[in-house]
């Protein structure tokens, strides 16, 4: 879809690309990567936004809904691609598109609108440019009187270039890094609208159900599920409070004192005002036999919520990543406050982890007295301050005010504001809840992410949770990598595999496509695929320096908790990541890596 010209043509999937880079993830990144340079800048209208399926999206694979969003990350300016669930992505791959590629910017605001083959680009001026995501999926459906539309949008976030924007649909859930919605905010795309009836083929029906339901005799009894069902991800709270790693006070301490506040067991914990709890109920996206989603009820009397009847429903709630960032990395104990944050992030479409993290580093600075109350009309930013918290949602969700420079992100606004020390960042994204100086593995993980820092592009936790000594955790971090870029290609979710196994996976996948598979292939997969993204990041100017970790982390050991007096040591375990990986000592791909990988 080229929206300068506002023409839209449709062209066969690449297949010869499809065979070395699966789908989504991977092939987003290539066709990414051939449509344009790495030097483009993320907010022009010369940078690409993909939305990729995976060959497994719109099937009844278990948890076969995902996609990834594929673009320059106007946070990071380095690749980005973020993941979403929920039933966007499903409704996507049966109206019989397996990626759209967004080019341009249209001169004003529009939204795309996918009935099957019928594409229509359609104004949004005077409609719903300037609302929120909540509103413009009410309205959409209104519009084009159908129920069933699945829509994927930005808020004004997004249409403010807010640094870490992130693209909501089915009203909570995100592609969520990056800033990503940003990047759509900035060619003035209001949404996709799509509804499929098409239905998915694969390429031999009885051997792919056959698969399906050997993946489902082993997920669906397995304790991993009926844990992420009945308990989300807000289980780890405890696990890293108990650990001392969770990153609290924008990293200053690794344990928190208000954390029996903001767990699980307050979230499930009855309340006096309506006798109920925070936590209503589980959810589950497309075709998952999972459902780790959270419902929940904010507190009818909380001050959040006064005047806002939207929030006062059952409404999506915390999950680990966002409970961290808007709780002990804030300080703030008052788990109502971070759910209603949490659902304004939502509302407005901004990535809860990089907003929490940002607002800790602004509470650094108003600490510091680099930021005073003129700048907060009066709010004291303090640590622990849920209202705070609460009005730096509402000024950066809306734009205004001191939410202009909480829209920078972290690293921008300590920049701007004198201390750039205070950014809990890699590559400019803000750090999701792990410390690494009690997880050496994750940092590792953080500091060679391809898209800045991330808890979803490496799998080192039990192991770290295991030990401290950085010994063998080089492997672990680039064998994970590997095998989580491939998982990110299929159209599943990462959390289906542990109990469903890679070669559950490949059973499905050659029966689904021209092509058989099994773990060794998905390995090289993957690997290809991290050393292409690698590649676009070495293309737009990324270097070693940048395969690291924020000073504090580096220099200030933790204060308590199992890693108590250490500190990370990414520097030690760097050059042998890169040899693992075959690059030279600069983290360049070797001539021989790149040829192995045919790339
Ligand atoms: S496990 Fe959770 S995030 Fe993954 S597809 Fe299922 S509900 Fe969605």
Not at 439 to 462: K, V
């Amino acid at each position: 879809m080229d929206l300068t010209g506002q023409k839209c043509r449709s062209d066969h999937l690449r297949q010869e690309w499809a065979e070395l880079y699966l789908g989504a993830r991977g092939l987003g990144t290539k066709y990414l990567k051939e449509e344009m340079g790495a030097n483009t800048d993320p907010l022009s209208p010369e940078n690409v936004l993909i939305f990729a399926t995976g060959p497994l999206t719109g099937t009844n694979s278990p948890t076969g809904g995902r996609f990834c969003v594929i673009t320059k990350g106007a946070l990071t300016n380095a690749i980005a691609c973020s993941n979403s669930g929920g039933q966007f992505g499903g409704e996507l791959k049966l109206a019989g598109w397996d990626m759209i590629i967004i080019t341009g910017k249209a001169k004003t605001p529009v939204y795309l609108l996918i009935q099957d083959e019928k594409v229509h680009l359609h104004s949004a001026s005077d409609f719903i440019w300037g609302n929120t995501v909540w509103e413009t999926e009410k309205k959409l459906r209104s519009k084009h009187q159908d129920p069933l539309i699945r829509i994927a949008s930005i808020g004004s976030a997004g249409e403010n270039l807010v640094r870490y924007a992130c693209i909501v649909n089915d009203k909570d859930r995100a592609a969520g890094r990056s800033g990503v919605g940003a990047v759509m905010g900035s060619k003035n795309l209001k949404a996709i609208a799509v509804r499929g009836k098409k239905g998915v083929s694969v390429r031999d029906p009885k051997a792919f159900l056959s698969a399906v339901a050997e993946s489902r005799s082993l997920l669906d009894p397995s304790e991993g599920r009926l844990q992420l069902a009945m308990n989300g991800t807000m289980g780890m709270l405890d696990i890293t409070q108990a650990h001392g790693s969770l990153p609290t006070r924008n990293c200053r301490d690794v344990q928190f004192e208000g954390a029996n506040k903001i767990n699980l067991a307050a979230m499930k914990r009855p309340r006096e005002s309506d006798h109920g709890a925070n936590l209503q109920a589980n959810k589950a996206c497309f075709a998952c036999p999972i459902g780790c989603g959270r419902v929940s009820k904010i507190d009818p009397e909380h001050f959040s919520i006064q005047g806002k009847p939207q929030y006062q429903e059952a409404l999506g709630g915390l999950e680990y990543e966002a409970g961290y960032a808007l709780g002990p990395m804030t300080g703030v104990s008052d788990i109502e406050a971070a759910t209603y944050v949490n659902a304004a992030c939502n509302e407005h479409a901004m990535d809860p982890i990089s907003f929490g993290a940002t607002v800790a580093a602004a509470m650094e600075l108003f600490e510091n007295d680099a930021i005073s109350l003129k700048e907060t009309n009066g709010v004291a930013l303090k640590f622990g301050s849920a209202k705070g918290l609460v009005w730096a949602v509402d000024v950066t969700g809306r734009f205004k005010d001191f939410g202009q420079e909480l829209a920078l992100g972290s690293k921008r606004l300590c920049e701007k504001f004198g201390h750039p020390q205070f950014a809990m960042v890699v590559k400019g994204q803000e750090f999701p809840g792990y410390d690494p100086r009690a997880m050496q593995g994750m940092g590792l993980a953080y500091a060679t992410s391809n898209r800045g820092a991330c808890h979803l592009r490496a799998d080192p936790y039990s192991d770290d949770f295991d030990h401290l000594q950085t010994k063998g955790k080089a492997k672990i971090v680039k064998e994970s990598q590997d095998e989580n870029s491939f998982i990110d290609s299929t159209g599943l979710c990462a959390f289906a595999f542990g109990d469903m196994g890679i070669d559950e996976v490949c059973d499905q996948l050659s029966a689904a496509l021209p092509s058989s598979w099994n773990k060794q292939r998905a390995q090289d997969t993957g690997e290809r695929i991290w050393n292409l993204e690698r590649q676009f990041n070495l293309d737009a100017g990324f270097k070693k320096d940048d395969d690291t970790l924020p000073e504090r982390v580096l220099k200030e050991p933790a204060k308590s908790g199992s890693g108590k007096g250490w500190v990370s040591q990414v520097p030690l375990m760097l050059q042998e990541y890169y040899q693992l990986r075959g690059w030279d000592p600069d983290g360049f791909p070797t001539k021989e890596t790149l040829s192995r990988l045919g790339l």
